[in-house]
């Protein structure tokens, strides 16, 4: 299994307080996912995640072609980081480290991504070609809608 990474890292001009609050509450998972995606949440959710929790969501990454996604919340240490792991889905294997930490009194939040496709060699052509651009435009995605949120 060949295990690709992303890592991005963004400094947030709001407290740690506030950032967990609105990182820590999943449905604003979907105000940070492009609309393209058709990202949608399933569940019946609280406004605060917890270790455990089990998330469903349809996702449209390709040709508006629907997608189960399943993830688990499966690590949180308030306000430092939490851990999102993909149980059923797209990927082979999905695992997303979300950090918060402070840098010279600057709030840093950094998403360490690693994951893997199915198919093995008809998955590592589509990473080539397609799925590691989408990726990266998703998290580009993310670092505009935030930067417009908190940056300001």
Do not use: C
């Not at 307080?17 to 449905?27: E, I, L, T, V």
């Not at 949608?40 to 072609?65: A, C, D, F, N, T």
């Not at 930490?101 to 589509?126: C, Q, T, W």
């Not at 070609?129 to 580009?140: A, L, T």
């Amino acid at each position: 299994m060949k295990l690709s990474q992303l890592t991005r890292t963004q400094e947030l001009n709001i407290s740690i307080d506030d950032a967990w609050d609105f990182f820590s509450n999943p449905m604003n998972l979907q105000k940070i996912t492009p609309p393209y995606m058709g990202f949608k949440i399933k569940s019946e959710l609280p406004s605060k995640m917890y270790s455990g929790m089990v998330i469903e969501y349809v996702v449209r990454p390709l040709l508006g072609l629907p997608f189960q996604w399943i993830t688990e919340i499966t690590h949180i240490k308030e306000k430092e980081y939490f851990i999102d792991e993909q149980r059923f889905g797209p990927y082979k294997f999905w695992h997303h480290l979300h950090n918060f930490r402070l840098v010279n009194d600057k709030l840093v939040m950094e998403d360490k991504l690693h994951y893997s496709l199915p198919f093995g060699f008809v998955g590592s052509i589509a990473h080539r070609f397609f799925v590691r651009k989408r990726i990266e435009e998703i998290f580009d995605y993310r670092t505009k809608v935030i930067n417009d949120l908190f940056n300001k």
